[in-house]
């Protein structure tokens, strides 16, 4: 399954077959604690500039799944979600965007 691609609806699916039963007994609540942990091990792999691609694999994955499963507990499809951006920028509708914005994440030169 690693080399196939799947659609988003799919991989919902997947998740929701595979921990659904967990998930709804974990509750919300929980489940979310779950995915900021996931988030803040992806967070630690970035900041120190992970170079092992299968970590970072692992990671963006966990936080893929457990988004995936609040979507699935919450009602939403992630096609949907996921459709918000189908023009690009929600904002501006330009691909790259272009609403100028700055954050105090940006790079600094």
Known sequence: MADQDISIREFQTII???FGEKDHARGLAGSF???TEEV???ARALKRGEVDRENLI????DV????????????????E??????AGC?????????CGE???????G
């Open 16 to 18: 929701e077959n595979t």
């Open 33 to 35: 604690m779950w995915f």
């Open 40 to 42: 803040g091990e992806l």
């Open 58 to 61: 692992t990671e963006f994955g």
């Open 64 to 79: 893929l799944a457990w988004l995936n499963t609040l979507a699935s507990m919450s009602g939403v499809d992630m096609r």
């Open 81 to 86: 979600a996921a459709a918000r951006y189908s």
């Open 90 to 98: 929600p904002r501006c509708h330009h691909i790259p965007c272009s």
């Open 102 to 108: 700055h954050t105090r994440f940006a790079k600094r």
